[in-house]
């Protein structure tokens, strides 16, 4: 098996286990994975979409959801009037340590699974794959 052929498997199973774990109300999920990724600070919009791995009119539909729900605001840059950014509200907030909570709950089965002995060094090759994976977001 290639890189390709697993890397496959694991956006396919990912994406099965958090779609069928993971629940805000009737949030879609790439609302609910904008609302992850939402620092509490705040980001810009074209940040935002580059992020998520979408284009700006697609983030700003989801955006607008996501306001209309009442789980993020956007603001004017003081500095650049032609710069968006998103922040969370107080309930969006909340619905982001939710999220954090029931991402946890999915480690926390995974971890069992995982042989003791195994543990440390299965998260050392995620991260790995992790940093591997951004820095070919970030060549891009």
């Known amino acids: ?3 390709g052929e697993i890397l496959s498997l694991f956006l396919i199973d990912l994406n099965s286990l958090f779609r069928k774990n993971i629940k805000i109300g009737d949030a879609s999920f790439q609302q609910l994975i904008a609302l992850s990724i939402i620092p509490s600070a705040g980001i810009e919009m074209t940040p935002l979409a580059k992020k998520i791995g979408i284009d700006n009119s697609t983030l700003t539909r989801l955006i607008t959801r996501l306001e209309k729900n009442g789980w993020v605001k956007r603001e004017v840059s003081h500095n650049d009037k032609r710069v968006i950014n998103v922040t969370l509200t107080k309930t969006g907030n909340r619905l982001q ?6 991402y946890e709950k999915i480690g926390d089965r995974i971890e069992q699974l995982v042989d003791p002995l195994e543990r ?5 090759h995620i991260q790995s794959l992790h940093w591997i994976l951004l820095k070919m977001i970030l060549n891009n």
């Open 1 to 3: 098996m290639n890189y």
């Open 120 to 124: 440390q060094t299965t998260i050392q």
């Open 97 to 102: 340590n939710d999220l954090e909570k029931q």
